[in-house]
């Protein structure tokens, strides 16, 4: 199995050349030695669950072993290779897992790219996510190195050392078919003696392996040199005992490569000062390849971590053409709604997600925090931006336009966690100060952070799936409590139910989490009771990174298998006594909204917000004061927006994919007032 990471693309080139040399490498080993290889597999880290190939070897055909490689570019700036370190970490040191979960190996090499004018040597950093690699997987496998680590510098002289490495890969496997081992040196090869290559700092499994490791993490973001990571193991080894570490509490999931404030704490302070200060890094920095891939992508980065993004809706309402679902179920016009988030990070890699595989992820906040006004004052003035940058489109209503230059609503839901942000409270505050209402969606990943969350217009949590491993295949968490932690969240919306309106977000992967799931989606609703369900059919992004993850467009639901699922739930909900109803709809968008029947009065549906009365409410009792979903319910919901009529707006005009009109169909004109 061939494992890489790449932000710019470049390894990714390197990885799939180097797989077609492999496979006939493979074969010809194969009849060289009547010996039988597996068709060699390439991982993109980004794409992967980490608990399927580095906790225990993945489950083959009888008598497979495997045979890992990784080729791995190191970066200063945050990618799926920090994680991948951390997770690695985590597993060394978790005394649940075996000391070398990763035995059954055959074995693994690594070769890591790099560049020499940043880090002009490995001391100071050159290749040094590769060696950190290296050196878990040493100890995860029982020191099965099979090949010494590669390593070459991307603007000069990469192709032949890689070319040798390759070289030295093919060798070890035809040594590994003709005799079934590694040879002399290397655990289970049948000699006793080790190979002299193993670090210094594999003599030490303790807590000074920890001080090790960051070392090498820390080097890549300073200028300063430091000694080459075995001396400082040997110079480390010999400090007297009064320096030595106390126990460290590996049970923060933390580690090494979170902030600071809550790595684990070690009491070596001579060497620690030696050593110098860990750098906290950008989340997203200016001169990344992440800050420019998403802005290629149309997102505007503010600040280091947070992000704004004009959505197609916003400019299919100035357009007159149509609004997302918000608008029919809820009452929000698109073309006044700010879609934004202050932490572009995730704690999920969800195979649907449209992030195109370049948002960072982790599982703590270890990057530098921005302060919630930069980030208000930086999202607005983006969002008009954009917004009068489709002042001389086609078609723009001009009545329209004049209103979007007022932000009337913020979608928290663009990409990443936004309630990962330390400070969302604050960043709310913010919002409600100007009179703007929140939708905030999370992924039930943070149980902590959604109880402590104080006033907000609507409140989502993510649903993807009814059972663990269900949720374990289309969410990837990063968490490895991740369902605990799911069912925590849940625990708490039900507790905030009558605080805050609480809605479940059910995003229906076809051949993921559609079929017989009714019945597990409905024991959720029972253990969250929220005051809305709103089932919704995936949008396919059509990238390649979807396909990597096991995604097409077999995999996005017809309409009608949305409404079917709806019926269905809404039947396994009435059968367990739970007053759950279909209300509204939005085909174009596949979306169906499940409500309770507290938001039914006099036999008509209320799903609309009265968002004057909730500032109204958020100014008399404060952001911790006490109200309930129905003391801000709005007016009736417009019978164009009901289940059975579709929810198209009937004064907009609707239109093909190449802009001609659409006969719309007229339930009847929307009741007076004013919508929001």
């Known amino acids: 199995m061939v494992f890489f990471s790449s932000v710019t693309a470049k390894t990714e ?18 009849r060289d030695s009547g010996r039988q290889f597996l068709e060699p597999e390439l991982h993109d880290l980004s794409e992967i669950d980490f608990e399927d190939f580095f906790v225990a070897p993945p489950k083959s055909v009888a008598n497979a072993q495997f045979f890992y490689l990784f080729l791995i570019p190191s970066y200063n700036i945050d990618t799926i290779n920090d994680t991948l370190l951390q997770h690695l970490e985590e597993t060394h040191h978790d005394f649940r897992i075996d000391t070398a979960p990763l035995a059954p190996l055959i074995g693994y090499s690594v070769f890591g790219f790099g560049d020499r004018e940043g880090w002009p040597d490995e001391a100071n950093g050159f290749c040094f996510q590769a060696k950190h690699l290296d050196k878990y997987m040493s100890k995860l496998t029982g020191r099965k190195r ?24 093919h060798d070890v496997l035809g040594h590994v078919a003709r005799t079934r081992s590694l040879g002399e040196g290397v655990p289970g090869s049948g000699d006793a003696e080790e190979s002299d290559d193993g670090e210094a700092a594999d003599e030490d499994d303790g807590e000074a392996q920890l001080d090790l490791d960051q070392v090498g993490q820390s080097s890549a973001d300073s ?29 923060n999931y933390g580690g090494l490569f979170a902030n600071t404030s809550t790595k684990p704490k070690a009491t070596r302070c001579k060497t620690t000062a030696q050593l110098g200060p860990q750098v906290v890094k950008e989340m997203v920095a200016k001169n990344s390849p992440t800050y420019a891939a998403l802005t290629k992508q149309g ?11 004009i959505c197609r809706w916003t400019k299919s309402a100035l357009r007159g053409r149509g ?17 934004t988030t202050p932490s572009l990070s995730c704690s999920n890699k969800c195979v649907f997600c449209w992030r195109h595989g370049t948002n960072p992820v982790g599982t703590t906040w270890r990057w ?28 723009v209503r001009a009545e329209r336009y004049a209103e979007a230059l007022r932000i009337r609503h913020c979608a928290l839901s663009l990409v990443g966690e936004p309630i990962f942000y330390p400070h969302i409270n604050e960043f709310l505050a913010l919002l409600h100060n100007e009179r703007i209402s929140s939708f905030l969606v999370c992924n039930a990943q943070h149980p902590e952070q959604l109880a402590a969350l104080k006033a907000v217009t609507q409140l989502y949590v993510s649903i993807d799936a009814s059972n663990r491993e269900s949720l374990r295949k289309i969410d990837r968490p990063l968490h490895r409590d991740f369902w605990e932690r799911f069912q925590r969240c849940l625990d708490i919306l039900r507790e905030k139910r009558f605080r805050h309106r609480t809605v479940f977000r059910l995003t229906l992967v076809k051949g993921f ?34 396909s990597n993850a096991g995604l097409s467009m077999s995999n996005v639901p017809f309409y009608w298998e949305v409404c079917d699922f709806a019926r269905a739930l809404e039947a396994r909900l009435r059968a367990r006594g739970l007053a759950y109803s279909i209300a509204a709809e939005h085909a174009h968008s596949c979306c169906i909204l499940l409500a309770s029947e507290r938001f039914r009065v006099a036999g008509k549906w209320h799903t609309h917000i009265d968002y004057e009365r909730f500032f109204e409410l958020l100014e008399e009792r404060g952001a911790d004061g006490e109200w309930t ?26 239109v093909d994919r190449k802009g001609r009109r659409i006969e719309n169909v007229v339930v009847r004109e929307q009741p007076p007032g004013e919508v929001w």
């Open 13 to 30: 080139a390197i990885a799939r050349e180097y797989m077609a040399a492999l496979k006939g490498s493979t074969t010809q080993l194969a």
């Open 146 to 169: 099979a090949y010494p680590i590669g390593m070459g510098d991307m603007k000069s002289g990469h192709a032949l050392r890689f070319s040798e490495w390759a070289g030295g890969i």
């Open 223 to 251: 200028s300063r040199p430091l000694d080459d990571v075995e001396d400082l193991g040997k110079m480390m080894g010999s400090t007297d005992g009064e320096t030595l570490p106390l126990a460290v509490d590996f049970t």
């Open 299 to 309: 997102y505007s980065i503010v600040g280091s971590h947070s992000g704004v993004k």
């Open 323 to 339: 609004s997302c679902y918000k608008y029919s179920l809820y009452g929000i016009n698109s073309h006044q709604c700010m879609e």
């Open 368 to 395: 530098v925090v921005d302060a919630p006004d930069l980030i208000f004052e930086g999202v607005k003035e983006q969002h008009y931006k954009k917004i009068k940058m489709m002042r001389g489109v086609p078609g």
């Open 513 to 546: 989490n559609v079929e017989d799931e009714a019945e597990g989606y409905a024991a959720l609703v029972d253990r969250g009771l929220p005051c809305f369900v709103e089932i919704k059919g995936v949008t396919y992004c059509g990238t390649s990174t979807s």
């Open 629 to 654: 979903p129905e003391d801000y319910m709005g007016q009736e919901t417009p019978e164009w927006a009901l289940w059975g009529n579709g929810g198209f707006d009937p004064r907009d005009q609707r």
